[in-house]
């Protein structure tokens, strides 16, 4: 079964550093999207991507993120000076159509310290 | 602020019985309406999904969809220890975001 791939899996980084982390959609998915989850929270959106343009933004995507797709494979989440409450689960999705279920990589554990 | 709001349990059933998770969201223009299982320290894993008011079965799993009460429940026919985990309710408007849930704990006891 098609897999979305993150990496890494555990990233330690100090307050202040940037952080890219990465993914891999599916190949044939055109909707992409990041969330993040602090420990013991809900799943929050971060951000979705089509037609290599933001399509979607929430109030905690602010300038210090950023999301790329550099190539036709990765799609990047970028944090510019990390913050403690940075601290999360990343995960990110690809969707088919955008209308149904999506589908999560495993997600990438940031810890800023 | 759209909302979904979610019992976060533990719900606590025994083996082979049947648990009921319930979800309820406050937009009224939501149209595609999820439910994920998430163990602990991995990622969402979609096992339900459903669009129109009604029940919609799927192996030992069915969701439920009431618009006009703007609700959402997942049945677990045949609970197995395998089956704890977090289930999240997941609604998507027309924007293509999920809004989720703060997820019920489900503990199956063997």
């Known amino acids: 079964e098609p897999e979305v791939t993150q990496t890494p899996s555990h990233q330690v980084t100090q307050m202040g550093q940037e952080v890219i982390l990465r993914c891999v959609p599916i190949?044939?998915?055109?909707?992409f999207y990041w969330y993040r989850q602090i420990l013991g929270q809900k799943v929050e959106f971060l951000v979705s991507?089509?037609?290599?343009?933001?399509?979607?933004k929430s109030e905690i995507f602010d300038d210090q993120f950023s999301v790329e797709r550099p190539d036709g494979s990765n799609f990047t989440l970028k944090i510019r000076s990390t913050k403690l409450e940075d601290s999360a689960m990343y995960f990110c999705?690809?969707?088919?159509?955008?209308?149904?279920?999506?589908?999560f990589g495993s997600g990438t554990r940031l810890t800023v310290v | 602020q759209k909302e979904v709001e979610q019992n976060s349990g533990p719900l606590s059933v025994p083996e082979g019985a049947i648990a009921s998770l319930n979800c309820t969201y406050s937009d009224r223009g939501s149209q595609s309406f999820f439910w994920y299982r998430q163990y602990s320290g991995k990622s969402p894993e979609l096992i339900m999904s459903i669009y129109s008011n009604g029940d919609k079965e799927d192996g030992r799993f069915t969701a439920q969809l009431n618009k006009a009460s703007q609700y959402v429940s997942l049945l677990i026919r045949d609970s197995q220890p395998s089956d704890s985990a977090t289930y999240l309710c997941a609604v998507n408007g027309h924007t293509g975001k999920l809004i989720f849930g703060q997820g019920t704990t489900l503990q199956v006891k063997p």
């Open positions: 999705a690809s969707s088919e159509d955008g209308n149904y279920g999506y589908t």
């Open positions: 190949s044939n998915h055109l909707y």
């Open positions: 991507f089509y037609n290599n343009e933001i399509s979607e």
